[in-house]
């Protein structure tokens, strides 16, 4: 990884994840960068600014009111020459003023007299982190453009378990390198769909799967990273959007393919991870539908539409990637839905592997056969993924190009 001469700030507020800053503020001095410290009076009760300093070789910044700053602007200087601020960890609390544009300590100010982009990586107890005015002051921080990483899922120091603990420095550190990534998708407008779908039975139950989303939504974080403008068509998930994402929310296929066909005329890529659901009841009951004693139910199912070879079908229309979920025969079944849906690429792997687990093994299928790109967390491949479309795309454009009365 490298961040030669990138200068970034790194923000410490008040959480038990203090002591995982020093590790990132190693990592990225390791990887090149220069890194200008500044804690808050919270930060300076976990960890101190002693092994900041010794750690990043500069004065570490603490005060607002220092006098060693000399025009006493030390809140507009700080940031001023630099290409990123990160807060990490950043609270609940650090969250909310930052929402409110609190400016009432040195860091606080300085992220509000900001020009550089901003990213926050949260830690904080998993009560807090659900917490509605936490969720809100998130949602509004998201709109204004900042990126927020994590913070990922299990134990805590308190001793509960859910989401909370801040991210692991080294995922922190691969999202900043995305950041000044070169931008293999710059320019490039990506479509993808995401999530199950639901499809109504009677006012109160629906037909769905098992998917979580994770796959589509880490495809839709790493195009983004890449610099890509990306649209997510996503059906109902319990995941945050990733940062920069325009996010269409939808429930059903038919809605899902509604929302596809208005987005995908201005797409240059469309990924198809959704699992969307084949078929559909003919009819959604009215009203609840009644038990009758000793009788079963049998309800008519019509197929969907399939999405993803409509688009694919489409004249001039952008490359298409499919996902094959298969539970046998990965290979042959992959190439066989790669002809069938007539797509360049299909991403294919073992559903009973996959499903709403973090980590996944995949391997592409296009013309020129199989790339394995082995088993790891969902962002990493997603990350490789991302690469092979980007090398696609390149090759596409060097032929004649979309529209172009093919
Ligand atoms: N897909 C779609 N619309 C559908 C069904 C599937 O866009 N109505 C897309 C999925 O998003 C995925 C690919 O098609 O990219 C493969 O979906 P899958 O359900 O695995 O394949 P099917 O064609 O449904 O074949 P089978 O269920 O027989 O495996």
Redesign the pocket.
């Known amino acids: 990884m490298n961040l030669q001469g990138k200068r970034i700030l790194l923000g410490v507020t008040g959480g038990i994840a203090a002591y995982k800053s020093a590790v990132l503020l190693r990592l990225l001095v390791k990887a090149g960068a220069d890194v200008r410290v500044v804690m808050t009076a919270a930060a300076q009760r976990f960890i101190t600014a002693t092994t900041m300093q010794a750690l990043s070789g500069q004065k570490v910044w603490t005060d607002l009111w220092d006098e060693g700053v000399p025009d006493g602007m030390g809140h507009i200087e700080l940031s001023r020459d630099r290409d990123l601020i990160v807060v990490a960890p950043a609270s609940a609390d650090f969250l909310a003023r930052l929402a409110t544009g609190l400016a009432d300590d040195l860091l606080s100010t300085v992220c509000a007299a900001r020009r550089a982009p901003l990213f926050v990586a949260p830690a904080m107890n998993v009560e807090m982190w659900q917490n509605r005015a936490t969720r809100r002051a998130v949602a509004a921080l998201r709109a204004d453009g900042v990126s927020v990483v994590g913070p990922d899922a299990g134990e805590q120091a308190c001793g509960e378990v859910g989401d909370g603990r801040m991210s692991e420095p080294e995922r922190i550190l691969d999202a900043i390198a995305g950041f000044f990534a070169p931008g293999l998708l710059r320019g490039r407008r990506v479509l993808i ?1 995401a999530g199950p ?1 639901e499809e109504p039975i009677d006012p109160v139950r629906v037909i769905t799967n098992r998917s979580s989303g994770r796959m589509g939504y880490a495809i839709a974080q790493a195009a983004c990273e890449a610099g890509a403008d990306v649209t997510l068509v996503s059906g109902p998930v319990a995941l945050d959007s990733p940062a920069g994402a325009r996010r269409v929310d939808v429930r059903t ?1 038919e809605q ?2 509604e929302a ?1 066909r208005r987005h995908v005329p201005d797409a240059d890529v469309f ?8 078929y559909r009841p003919r009819r959604m009951a009215e009203q609840k539908i009644k038990k009758t004693e000793g009788g079963g139910l049998t309800l008519e199912m019509v ?9 694919a079908a489409m004249k001039g229309g952008p490359l298409c ?6 539970s046998e025969n990965l290979a042959e ?1 992959a190439q066989a ?1 790669r002809l ?2 007539n ?1 360049p690429l ?2 294919a792997n073992l ?1 009973q592997e996959a499903l709403g687990a973090e980590t996944n093994a995949i391997t592409l299928y296009d013309d020129a056969g199989a790339h394995v790109l082995g088993s790891g967390a969902k962002i990493e491949l997603a990350r490789k993924l991302v690469s092979h479309v980007a090398e696609m795309l390149a090759t596409r454009s060097a032929t004649p190009a979309r529209g172009a009365g093919s």
Do not use: C, Q, W, Y
């Open positions: 769909t779908t296929a899902m393919f596809v990924i198809s991870v959704a699992a969307v659901a084949d197929e969907n539409p399939d999405i993803l070879a409509h688009v990637v499919g996902f094959a979920a298969e079944n839905k069938r849906k797509v299909i991403a559903v």
